[in-house]
């Protein structure tokens, strides 16, 4: 016959475990990469600034507005992670619109 004492147990250490696992911090964990776009806003032909970070740094980065079948341009991050290009405004409907970004780019 097994003891309540041996049953309860158990149950305290996987009650225990999720907020230890939880609490321990991830060494590999780093922000994803961003980008944004100065000014926000403009007419097709406006040329902007996109900027960005936390990309690997010398790694193609492809930039585009909506979608990939619309490319802006590309950019090299530098040995921080970050990027700069400037770009023009595609011709587009008004209304919002993405710019986003993609990595491997040749």
């Known amino acids: 016959m097994k003891s309540p004492g041996?049953?309860?147990?158990?149950?305290l250490?996987?009650?225990?475990?999720?907020?230890?696992?939880a609490a321990a911090p991830s060494p590999s964990a780093s922000p994803p990469p961003f980008v944004k776009v100065n000014p926000a806003s403009g007419s097709p032909g406006t040329p902007v600034t996109i900027?960005?970070?936390?990309?690997?740094p010398g790694q193609g980065v492809?930039?585009?507005?909506?979608?990939?079948?619309?490319?802006?341009?590309?950019?090299?991050?530098?040995?921080?992670g970050n990027i700069n290009a400037q770009v023009l405004?595609?011709?587009?409907?008004?209304?919002?619109?993405?710019?986003?970004s993609a990595v491997n780019v040749p």
């Open 51 to 56: 900027t960005g970070g936390f990309f690997r």
């Open 62 to 80: 492809g930039l585009y507005f909506d979608s990939p079948n619309s490319p802006l341009g590309s950019a090299v991050p530098d040995n921080n």
């Open 13 to 21: 250490l996987l009650a225990a475990l999720p907020l230890l696992l």
């Open 6 to 11: 041996r049953a309860v147990s158990p149950l």
């Open 89 to 100: 405004v595609p011709n587009a409907s008004p209304g919002s619109h993405t710019v986003c």
